[in-house]
């Protein structure tokens, strides 16, 4: 199925641990992105990537380190995780045309809960 | 940044009923995305809607860019329509326009 993915669906770990979230999509997009979705379903933009370039950093701990070996793929690593940290974090990507963009789509997220 | 706000915060319908969400921005658009984040959390592309009148099934929407407000009505509800609704545009200010900026949302809750 054509899609956005990311795994794991649930991760539960302990303050201090260092997590990975991994995304793949096989939409053809050049542009991957990162979001996060606090207690209170607030979204906000942490990273964006254009063809394996960071393209935005938003205000995020550098605690939180993305990764893209690929346009197709755009992991997330987190350092020495806390308790506000926990949220659900998507995924997502776009074909970016610079002021406009075409066929936005999310991932099922990944819910983190730190101990 | 460009400020978003969603109204109402939260609504209530009866299976059947109509409704009309509103989403009003403070900057100039050239991105307008409405999206539907279901009770199971999943988030759905609804309309890519920077100005004009779409319509998909019981759902429309309307942006008019020059008053900086969107509009996403929804006919004759059913259950599956609840969940929470959201608005997110993307300022001409942005160097990239697939920056999305998100509203704090619609709770829509459809009895049957």
């Known amino acids: 199925d054509t899609a956005v993915s990311q795994t794991p669906k649930y991760l539960v770990t302990q303050m201090g641990n260092d997590k990975s979230i991994k995304c793949e999509q096989n939409l053809g997009h050049d542009t991957m992105y990162w979001y996060k979705q606090d207690s209170k379903k607030f979204l906000k933009i942490m990273f964006s990537y254009n063809n394996k370039e960071l393209i935005i950093n938003e205000t995020v701990p550098n605690r939180f380190s993305p990764k893209s070996p690929d346009k197709a793929h755009l992991n997330l690593h987190i350092n020495s995780l806390e308790l506000g940290d926990s949220a659900v974090y998507f995924c997502a990507s776009s074909q970016d045309l610079g002021q406009r963009y075409y066929g936005y789509t999310f991932g099922s997220g990944t819910r983190l809960t730190v101990v | 940044g460009i400020q978003v706000e969603q109204s109402p915060p939260d609504l209530i319908l009866q299976e059947g009923a109509n409704s009309t969400l509103r989403c009003n921005f403070s900057?100039?658009?050239?991105?307008l995305q409405w999206f539907h984040q279901n009770p199971w959390g999943q988030l759905i592309n609804l309309f890519y809607i920077p100005s004009g009148t779409k319509q998909n099934g019981r759902l429309s929407a309307t942006t008019v860019a020059t008053e900086r407000y969107s509009l996403l009505y929804i006919s004759s509800s059913q259950t599956t329509d609840s969940g929470v609704y959201f608005c997110a545009p993307s300022s001409v200010g942005e160097t990239s326009g697939s920056r999305l900026t998100f509203g704090e949302g619609t709770q829509l809750t459809v009895n049957p």
């Open positions: 900057d100039s658009v050239n991105n």
